[in-house]
């Protein structure tokens, strides 16, 4: 295990798909096709079949393709579901960015310490991500 930083991951991992998601979605016509939504989501085929089923939907589209998202299992599906939930995305505490990304509070309040500021927002969030350490497989 190597550690890395949170803003490593993002950068690395987490904006890159979620810019793929993105043009995905501006770009597909729908409905989106079930191989290629599966594959976008980190999710087996059955998976998302699954989700179709239980939520009643017949075809992917722009308005259930956020339902099959929050339900999915992989990691971007959680992490945008633990988003959603939050009730004021727009300021971010320390207990919001635990919750979203996952983190011990712990690590998030010894970052937010190390640069003396405990709210963010989406200009700022990436300064609290540079300091908190992750581990990392590769």
Do not use: H, W
Request: with cysteine; proline share 3%.
């Amino acid at each position: 295990m190597k550690t890395k930083t949170l803003l490593d991951e993002y950068n690395f991992n987490i904006s890159p798909k979620l810019k793929e998601i993105d043009i995905y979605l501006k770009s597909e016509k729908e409905p989106f096709n079930i191989e290629k939504t599966a594959k976008l989501l980190n999710i087996s085929k059955e998976e998302l079949i699954k989700i179709m089923d239980i939520y009643d939907i017949e075809n992917i589209n722009l308005s259930n393709f956020f339902i099959i998202m929050k339900n999915g299992s992989s990691y971007i599906c959680r992490l945008i579901s633990r988003k959603i939930n939050c009730p004021n995305y727009e300021k971010y505490s320390p207990e919001i960015i635990s919750y979203i990304y996952n983190i011990e509070l712990e690590k998030v309040y010894t970052a937010c310490q190390k640069i003396n500021c405990y709210i963010f927002n989406e200009k700022t969030i990436k300064n609290i991500f540079s300091e908190i350490k992750i581990q990392s497989d590769v």
